[in-house]
């Protein structure tokens, strides 16, 4: 199995900065595409960043230029650094993963527990 958890919401004002980190454990041989998503109150999730195993980065246009997706493959860690904070940015974030457990196991895809993040105006 495999588990991931994330650390690092918590309430902010606007303009200001967060870290996301998720650290991703368990039974893990590969891990491939990693995620950011959020999901603000009584809407859908929403993708925020991508980044793959080899660093090619996507993000949604609505954090462009404020957030940053990054990795650690040896330490199996995405982190999301999020800077120039909105009122809208406040959701519950979760990290995403697709994960091999063993070489000759299919990828999974696996999500974290999520984070609150609050920014206030």
């Known amino acids: 199995q495999v588990q991931l958890v994330e650390s690092g919401g918590g309430l902010v004002q606007a303009g200001g900065s967060l870290r996301l980190s998720c650290a991703a454990s368990g039974t893990i041989f590969q891990i491939n595409d990693m995620r950011w998503y959020r999901q603000p109150l009584g809407k859908e999730r929403e993708l925020v960043a991508g980044i793959t195993s080899g660093g090619s980065t996507n993000y949604a246009d609505f954090v462009k230029g404020r957030f940053t997706i990054s990795r650690e493959n040896a330490r199996n860690t995405v982190s999301l650094q999020m800077n120039s904070l909105e009122a809208e940015d406040t959701a519950v974030y979760y990290c995403?993963?697709?994960?091999?457990?063993?070489?000759?196991?299919?990828?999974?895809?696996?999500w974290g527990q999520g984070t609150q993040v609050t920014v206030s105006s």
């Open positions: 995403n993963a697709d994960v091999r457990s063993r070489s000759y196991f299919a990828v999974r895809n696996y």
